[in-house]
């Protein structure tokens, strides 16, 4: 036997075989089969549908956290930068606060050294009368009388006055 050689029935059987085996499958399995790879195929393209349906919204979704975020980032520069713009005016409030405070402390200083020097000179012009009355005293040799007092203290303190100015 020679397996190489062509062997007419085999083949004839073989053929049979195959066509009647072929058309059993055609009319028993070749639908269900290809219903399933349709259904198969089907399921595959409603998954991918659905997954760039997904990855849409996702990309959207992005966009409105990015937005939100630039939107919160904006929101915040600009609290900050009123923020920075409250605080700039409170100081140049307490700043200005401050300097009329001085200003009325040295003011309230230089009128009490005023005042203070007014009354020196005046303690001082009664002093130098009295000084001067005394000295008249002492050159006149006598005791002058009470109203001669007051019109000498009161010329001397004139004549002071007039010359300090």
């Known amino acids: 036997m020679d397996l190489l050689q062509p062997e007419p029935g085999l083949i004839f059987w073989t053929a049979v075989t ?11 399995a070749w639908g269900p ?3 399933a790879l349709e259904a198969r195929e089907e399921a595959i393209r409603k998954t991918i549908d659905d997954a760039e349906r ?4 996702a990309k ?14 904006a929101e915040g520069n ?6 920075r713009q409250a605080g700039d005016r409170l100081k140049a409030d307490v700043m200005d606060r401050a300097r009329t405070e001085a200003e009325q402390v040295v003011a309230r200083a ?3 050294l005023e005042l203070e020097t007014d009354r020196a000179l005046e303690t001082i012009r009664n002093e130098a009368a009295s000084l001067a009355i005394k000295a008249a005293e002492k050159v ?6 009470e109203d001669d007092h007051h019109r000498l203290a009161q010329q001397a303190v004139d004549e002071i006055a007039r010359a300090s100015r």
């Open 110 to 112: 230089r009128r009490q």
């Open 33 to 35: 089969i290809l219903g």
């Open 54 to 57: 997904l990855q849409s919204e």
């Open 78 to 83: 600009r609290l900050l930068d009123e923020a």
């Open 140 to 145: 006149i040799q006598r005791s002058l009388t």
């Open 18 to 28: 195959f066509t009647l085996v072929l058309g059993i499958l055609w009319r028993f």
């Open 60 to 73: 959207t979704l992005l966009e409105q956290h990015e937005a939100k975020l630039a939107e919160a980032r």
